[in-house]
């Protein structure tokens, strides 16, 4: 007998939404994060270093307002946009962290790094946006 496992499908596309405000780009998931493959970090990691690097936003905002996971592939993800806007100067807030996401932020001591805020308005003033 054989088994079928499915798989929740979604449609290819930007993993966030991407939004700026003054000179923060925040960047929003589409939805649950668990449900992405590392490919598809990867790729839209690669086109968000190229508009960190060269279009202006020098601080970013992540808001989780859709994600309650936080798995290797987001945390690298993060990780290395991280890298990139401190080179430029700039800083990094989460906001809508979820007990899950905050679990694992706690486990992974980012949450150290990273400030975690309430809300997009306090993590947008916090870095200065």
């Known amino acids: 007998m054989e088994t079928l496992i499915l798989r929740p499908h979604r449609a290819k596309g930007p993993v966030f939404v991407r939004e700026i405000h003054g000179g923060a780009l925040v960047l929003t998931p589409h939805g649950p994060l668990g449900n ?49 806007i401190a080179q430029n100067g700039g800083r990094l807030a989460l906001c809508h962290v979820s007990e899950n996401a905050g679990e694992i932020l706690r486990m992974t001591k980012l949450h150290t790094v990273w400030p975690i805020y309430i809300s997009r308005d306090d993590a947008l003033r916090a870095v200065g946006a």
């Open 36 to 84: 992405l493959q590392e490919a598809e970090f990867v790729q839209e990691t690669l086109e968000l270093l190229e508009v960190v690097s060269h279009s202006g936003p020098t601080n970013l905002v992540i808001d989780l307002q859709h994600g309650d996971y936080a798995g290797s592939a987001f945390l690298g993800a993060v990780i290395r946009l991280w890298k990139r």
